[in-house]
């Protein structure tokens, strides 16, 4: 999809909104919209719509958090030979782009075929590039996940999956709406990630 579609499809929907005819969801349905829709889509949504998305995948994770991986689940992470479970959750007031890591991990961002990870900076990312924040968040959900691979964990740019992040063999496949959604905790008080 080019930027001019984006925009325009970003455009009619605050237009419908603002004059009452837009659609009355629930921001649950929204954060799992966002997931499999443009990351781009998310940087016109407003601060706080996209803070209580946020919220809602953090909610979602708590609830999910050891439960056999099913289509729905929102981190699944692999357990075992051949099982799938959904990750350990988080808080709401969790800062996805504060790692806790000092850079035990070792992370790939060679996409081998797959999406690479733009590199310009963004405002919605509170200034950082997509490729810095997934640097950040999963540095963070790794380390949450109590993750310790035996050589370098394999990060791919998963845009439009239903799941936020999937570790599956050593490869996290991130979905960057997830990062768009994250920025927001930040942004909303005011802290920086440079």
């Known amino acids: 999809m080019n930027r001019l ?19 009355t969801t629930s921001y649950v349905w929204q954060m799992r919209q966002a997931l499999v829709s443009p990351p ?38 692999s357990h075992g030979a051949d099982a799938l479970v959904a990750a350990p959750g988080f808080d ?10 000092a850079g035990q991990l070792q992370l790939s961002f060679d ?3 797959g ?3 733009p590199e310009d900076r963004r405002d919605s990312l509170m200034g950082l590039s997509e490729r810095e924040a997934a640097e950040l968040v999963a540095r963070t959900l790794l380390n949450r996940w109590s993750v310790q691979p035996s050589g370098a964990v394999e990060v791919d740019r ?12 050593g490869i996290l496949r991130l979905n960057p709406s997830v990062l768009y959604l994250a920025a927001s905790v930040g942004a909303s008080t005011g802290t920086s990630a440079q």
Do not use: I, N
Not at 42 to 61: G, I, V
Not at 158 to 169: M, N
């Open 5 to 23: 579609s984006v925009v325009l499809a970003a455009l009619a929907t605050m237009v419908l909104t603002a004059c009452g005819g837009g659609p």
């Open 40 to 77: 781009e889509l998310l940087e016109f949504e407003p601060l706080p719509a996209r803070k209580e998305m946020f919220r809602e995948m953090a909610r979602a994770s708590e609830s999910e958090a050891g439960q056999a991986a099913t289509a729905s689940v929102l981190f699944p992470v």
């Open 92 to 101: 709401v007031r969790s800062d996805l782009l504060q790692a806790p890591d």
């Open 111 to 113: 996409p081998r075929g």
């Open 115 to 117: 999406e690479r990870w």
């Open 158 to 169: 998963a845009t439009g999956a239903p799941y936020a992040a999937a570790y599956v063999d």
